[in-house]
């Protein structure tokens, strides 16, 4: 096992067009990092280079203590999974997982102990003598991740695996995947387009944008802390509302103005604020859920800011129903429990805003202002959170083995 490390990795194409640029990112040893983005954003071209099936313009490449820069695919001791399953249609599921092992003329007792082992963490034993007509599409896909694991490779590399699966068949796949790295413990790096994938399968998520990195943390942090205008809009079903206005300054207190509302930000929002010109034109960005209607706020709970408008669509999806409001030029999502649907029937509706996880972007950078820096040099304590994790799943391994 090996992390990978990507050193100011660039993709320029003969026309010139920059795919990737400037990418810098060290992948924890044990670490699954999802890169995500929507199409075109860089993400499978960064997998590829990665990989050595796409060349990259300039920048280091290093896997464990390796630079792979002039290394050929086949000697970088990799294994990857793609969205096609890429089977041998001819071939049972024994000879698809061992092809590669054969090709490197393993000796047959070594190819059915790996042959054997992946079978069994995948739940492939009952279908090695079966060929992929035979089999359901998640049953293909266990298929192709049983021949990467075979190669007992330093890392993994998941292009979009799941895409061409159902939406039941996802669910059971991501869990699939998730159940594999705990038990393997081996480096990860998954690339997909759907936000979803991303939050419940990376232990860290790269969220990727023409070519460039917009923001890297754990899932919820990303969630919570969105580093940019882009980030607050992708991460998120349904995304941030972002309200546009100004910042205000009065009796040295920031607050926020627009034609909607107005209020005075919190405090922990104050220090972070500092130094910012008044009326500078921001946007306002608070989540669905932080959004709560008048009707749910008790008598005790004090509330600074209050926004209201005019509902309109709803859309119910049993847990939760989306609100479409109204207010000023502008809009905003709300998301309120069933039970208050009938408050939606008047004209005029008033929700209090959870001050706690909103943010101030800066309209022109789209950067956010309001990050805290803990959250910002996160870095050396979640490098130590991975080690510990791969340390205890590795000498729990042994345990197990021993006990055999």
Request: aromatic share 6%; proline share 4%.
């Amino acid at each position: 096992m090996a992390g990978v490390k990507l050193n100011d990795i660039w993709k320029i194409y003969d026309n010139g067009y920059e795919a990737v640029k400037n990418f810098k990112l060290e992948i924890e040893d044990g670490e699954l990092l999802v890169l995500v983005g929507p199409s075109g954003c860089g993400k499978s071209t960064t997998l590829r280079m990665v990989a050595g099936l796409e060349e990259h313009t300039r920048g280091d490449i290093i896997i464990g203590d390796k630079c792979v820069n002039n290394v050929a695919p086949k000697d970088r001791d990799i294994a990857m999974v793609f969205q096609n399953y890429a089977l041998y249609p001819h071939m049972t599921v024994y000879k698809n997982m061992a092809f590669g092992l054969t090709l490197r003329k393993f000796p047959k007792e070594e190819i059915a102990r790996r042959v054997d082992y992946a079978s069994k963490i995948l739940g492939l034993e009952e279908l090695l003598d079966r060929k992929p007509s035979q089999l359901s599409g998640g049953q293909r896909q266990r298929v192709a991740m049983g021949r990467a694991i075979v190669r007992e490779p330093e890392a993994f590399l998941f292009d979009e695996p799941l895409s061409n699966l159902d939406a039941k068949m996802r669910v059971e796949m991501r869990k699939e995947i998730l159940m594999l790295h705990e038990r393997i413990d081996t480096t990860m790096i998954y690339v997909t387009h759907d936000q979803i994938e991303a939050m419940t399968l990376g232990d860290r998520i790269c969220v990727m944008n023409i070519g460039v990195i917009e923001q890297v943390g754990e899932p919820r942090t990303v969630f919570d802390y969105p580093a940019t205008v882009f980030v607050a809009r992708f991460i998120g079903t349904p995304p941030m509302n972002l309200l546009e206005g100004r910042l205000t300054k009065k009796s040295g207190r920031y607050g926020f103005k627009s034609d909607c509302f107005e209020c005075i930000l919190p405090d922990h929002m104050q220090k972070l604020l500092d130094n910012q010109e008044a009326d500078k034109e921001v946007l306002f960005g608070v989540r669905p859920k932080s959004l709560i209607i008048s009707e749910a706020v008790e008598e005790s709970t004090k509330c600074d800011a209050w926004i209201s408008g005019k509902a309109g669509i709803s859309e119910m999806l049993g847990e939760e129903i989306l609100t479409h409001v109204e207010c000023g030029s502008q809009g905003f999502i709300a998301s309120i429990d069933p039970k208050y649907e009938g408050c939606l029937t008047e004209d005029n509706v008033e929700f209090a805003l959870d001050m706690e996880l909103a943010h101030v972007f800066d309209k022109e950078t789209g950067r956010n202002l309001t990050i805290p820096e803990l959250v910002k040099n996160d870095t050396t304590h979640w490098s130590n959170k991975i080690r510990q994790r791969s340390l205890r799943r590795r000498k729990q391994r042994d345990q197990e083995t021993a006990l055999v």
